[in-house]
């Protein structure tokens, strides 16, 4: 049986916004370094990054680091404003949809 993590994320590699705004919880939140980002806000961000067609999650070194009913975590690699990094992130599961949401870069140059 596949995982929940799975399907959602084949949404993710499909670049669907509409399946992926179906995973979402309604009292999402993000966080990235200091900021919080609503679940408006996160969307429209995913949709910048699926229109970016110079990205594709699945030539970047993509590990998927946990993955459970209760949460799902993984990494990528990808060069962000001529600098390459790791981005990590973890999401926290609320009644099957994504809940909470943290991300973290790692600058690997």
């Known amino acids: 049986m ?5 399907n959602m994320f084949e ?8 399946a ?3 995973y979402m919880h309604p ?9 919080m980002s609503t679940r408006e806000d ?3 961000g995913m949709q910048e990054w699926f229109d970016d067609e110079t990205f594709d999650l699945r030539n970047a070194n993509l590990i998927i680091l946990a993955d459970n009913a209760d949460m799902h ?10 600098k390459r990094l ?6 926290l599961i609320k009644d099957k949809k994504l809940w909470r949401h943290i991300i973290n870069y790692i600058p690997l140059d």
Request: aromatic share 18%; no cysteine.
């Open 86 to 91: 790791r981005i990590t992130n973890v999401a």
């Open 20 to 22: 992926f705004e179906s």
């Open 27 to 35: 009292e999402f939140i993000s966080v990235s370094e200091f900021e």
């Open 2 to 6: 596949q995982s929940h993590f799975f």
């Open 42 to 44: 996160f969307l429209n």
């Open 11 to 18: 949404t993710i590699l499909a670049k669907d916004i509409e």
């Open 73 to 82: 975590s993984f990494q990528y690699e990808r060069n962000i404003d001529g």
